[in-house]
Nanobody, 121 residues
Framework: VQLQASGGGLVQPGGSLRLSCVAS????????VGWFRQAPGKEREFVAA????????YYADSVKGRFTISRDNAKAAVDLQMNSLKREDTAVYYC???????????????WGQGTQVTVSS
């Protein structure tokens, strides 16, 4: 499995950005997908996850109500729509795949490279 994240950039506070994660390799619908982020000097933190079918989603409290995760299994892609962005959302964002049956996923097996999101005026 290979995961490719894209869509990062510079955005003003209050603005929006849409990240995409495109997968190749093993059947995309066989694993859940999550987004994580890591800010400078901080540990990586969970942001959001979507189940195999796309029917269930899970969010960190810090992004609930502002971010929306969705997936299109036909396109092997997962998007993260980020609205009302704050300076503290600045980080490198990563997508990851989880084959486990636990929900929300307890661990992730495959990781993509990151995409930088900077929220600044």
């Amino acid at each position: 499995v290979q995961l490719q994240a894209s869509g990062g950039g510079l955005v003003q506070p209050g603005g929006s950005l849409r990240l995409s994660c495109v997968a190749s390799g093993r059947s995309f619908s066989s694993y859940a997908v999550g987004w994580f982020r890591q800010a400078p000097g901080k540990e990586r933190e969970f942001v959001a996850a979507v189940a195999r079918s796309g029917g269930s989603t899970y969010y960190a409290d810090s992004v609930k109500g502002r971010f929306t995760i969705s997936r299109d299994n036909a396109k092997a892609a997962v998007d993260l729509q980020m609205n009302s962005l704050k300076r503290e959302d600045t980080a490198v964002y990563y997508c990851a795949g989880s084959y486990g049956s636990r929900w929300p996923p307890g661990s992730f097996d495959y990781w993509g490279q990151g995409t930088q999101v900077t929220v600044s005026s």
